[in-house]
């Protein structure tokens, strides 16, 4: 702790899986400046994925910055809107063919094989995970809030390709993890294995050493940090023992999983949490979230809706199916907020990131029209507070795996073709 000549990336080894910092103005004590690069702000990747489209006549937006109208899909946007990029008319060429086949190539464009044999490509989170795996001690968080599902869909495309949207290479799926504890263990050790441990308790000395050699700005930030982790665990905590008091009460038939939260709120914010936390304390720069699948059998007691997500969407203009689409945009709204009040360096972690919320089509089962969004400016890189139409730009003109060049370009990965495309997208 006291060896100024270590690099921030060997202090945070020196100190295992005890502790993870976020970024300080302060690292630049630590190390070479030049090799270490400490007062580079490290960028992050997300996508946040709702299976089964949206509702078409409340997806839109029109105009810039704060004069940004936003349709009633989007209405949990409102405080962001200079900070989004609403994007219309991406083009997925081999996202058609109606379900499975839409999603399983969602963040790959790659042309999915029917049948038994399982092939697509390796999806864009994925080749920036190992882009920034000796950077990172987590390579990618792939995080779920429905269980995947097995078998064939009447096209013949397997539901595996319905239940993944983070490919590490072109036959398998990245496992996803379902249990927010346990997402929780994999940034922190296996020490917290099931919570019997508070890691607070394990680092508390290690903490207050660090604060006595940082700025007081810095000071702030570590005991923001430290309570973060800190309400996290209680919510994992109670979480649990809400489950063991009403475990005897139910059949088990009822009785959900154990470990996953039964209303899709707590669920998807608890692994929201997760995403922040690894975001903020540079744990991972890259995380996938898929909130329902395609074909979702996600029911969503509390909206007052009594059918499964999927047969919902057969009209997805009606009230229904828009309750649950706006339910999972205030799920990315509340991922935006927490990077927004994530402080780092003169900006915040959102600043520093780019937020993808999509889903694999907009109506009939296709994915000539992908529904897109991002927030946050990639470190400076990517304007944000503009909506973006391409829809009338011609095919070769609105690909998906084109913006997925131009993001990955911003973020250091620069390649000479992904998925269809080989041209960036114009004017993102």
């Known amino acids: 702790m006291n060896d100024h000549n270590l690099s921030r990336r060997v202090l945070l080894k020196g100190l295992g899986f005890s502790f993870a910092l976020p970024w300080l103005e302060s690292s630049h004590l630590w190390g070479n400046e030049t090799a270490a690069s400490p007062t580079k702000k490290p960028q992050r990747f997300s996508c946040m994925f709702i299976g089964d489209g949206i509702s078409p006549p409340h997806w839109w937006s029109k105009g810039d910055g704060a004069d940004m109208e936003l349709g009633s899909s989007l209405k949990s946007l409102e405080p962001f809107k200079e900070n989004l990029n609403v994007i219309n008319g991406l083009y997925n060429r081999h996202g058609n063919g109606g379900h ?3 999603t399983g190539n969602i963040l790959s464009g790659a042309n999915l094989k029917r049948g038994r044999e399982i092939l697509g490509g390796v999806s864009m989170d994925q080749r920036l995970a190992k882009h920034f795996d000796d950077e990172t001690f987590v390579p990618s968080l792939v995080l779920g809030c429905e269980q995947p599902v097995s078998g064939f869909h009447e096209s013949q495309y397997s539901m595996v390709y319905a239940s993944h949207i983070s490919w590490r290479n072109p ?10 504890s346990l997402a929780f263990d994999t940034l922190f050790g296996t020490q917290t294995s ?6 607070l308790d394990q680092v508390r000395e290690q903490a207050n050493d660090l604060r ?6 810095d000071r702030v930030k570590i005991d923001e940090y430290l309570t973060s982790v800190r309400e996290t665990e209680k919510r994992l905590k109670k979480l649990e023992s809400q489950q063991g008091e009403t475990s005897h009460a139910i059949t088990n038939e009822q009785r959900p999983p154990e470990g996953q939260p039964r209303d899709f709120r707590e669920y998807s914010r608890l692994m929201c949490d997760i995403i922040a936390m690894a975001f903020q304390t540079d744990r991972s720069r890259v995380a996938t979230l898929l909130m329902s699948h395609d074909l979702s059998g996600q029911v969503y007691p509390f909206l007052d809706i009594k059918d499964d ?4 969407s057969h009209s997805n203009e009606g009230p229904e199916f828009q309750s649950i689409v706006n339910c999972h945009v205030e799920q990315y709204a509340y991922l935006i907020k927490r990077l927004s009040e994530m402080q780092e360096g003169d900006g915040t972690v959102l600043d520093n990131s780019c937020l993808m919320f999509v889903s694999e089509h907009w109506n009939a089962h296709n994915g000539t029209r992908v529904p897109c969004i991002l927030a946050g400016g990639l470190g400076g890189t990517l304007k944000t507070g503009r909506s973006l139409d391409y829809l009338n730009s011609g095919d070769d003109n609105r690909r998906l795996c084109s913006l997925y060049l131009s993001i990955m370009d ?3 990965l620069e390649l000479p073709e992904f998925g269809d495309s080989t041209e960036r997208l114009s004017g993102v």
Do not use: D, F, T
């Open 194 to 199: 099931r919570l019997q441990a508070s890691i």
């Open 410 to 412: 911003r973020m250091g």
């Open 100 to 102: 499975a086949k839409c």
């Open 171 to 180: 036959s398998s799926p990245v496992p996803i993890e379902l249990y927010p």
């Open 212 to 217: 006595r050699q940082v700025s007081n700005s």
């Open 309 to 312: 997500h999927h047969s919902y």
